[in-house]
């Protein structure tokens, strides 16, 4: 058990020294950015900003109708109703108190 376990050790620590040893010397390239260009590629990636970008747009909308409410509102009816009299224009009128 204690020998496994020495063995299990001795190959973690051949291991990472190989690791350690061959990084350097492979030839290794990476881009160089700028802080923005960083700031950027983070903001883009972020799924927590895409849902504040979303719910600012929803929240405009909602300000805009909430605004409706303040505007005056213009009503328009028409009525086609036609009005006959059936006497012939010959209507009687009492006059009371005169």
Do not use: C, W
Not at 21 to 32: G, S, T
Not at 34 to 54: C, G, I, K, P, Q
Request: cysteine-free; glycine content about 2%; charged content about 25%.
């Amino acid at each position: 058990m204690a020998s496994e376990l020495l063995m299990r050790s001795a190959r973690i620590i051949l291991s990472s020294l190989l690791i350690g040893f061959a990084l350097p010397m492979a030839e290794a390239r990476a881009d160089v950015l700028t802080f923005d260009e960083v700031v950027s590629r983070s903001l883009l990636a972020s799924y927590d900003v895409r849902l504040t970008e979303a719910d600012v747009k929803l929240n405009k909308n909602d300000i805009l109708r909430k605004r409706t409410d303040y505007l005056p509102n213009i009503v328009a009816h028409m009525n086609s109703e036609y009005l006959r009299d059936l006497t012939n224009d010959q209507t009687q009128v009492a006059v009371v108190n005169n």
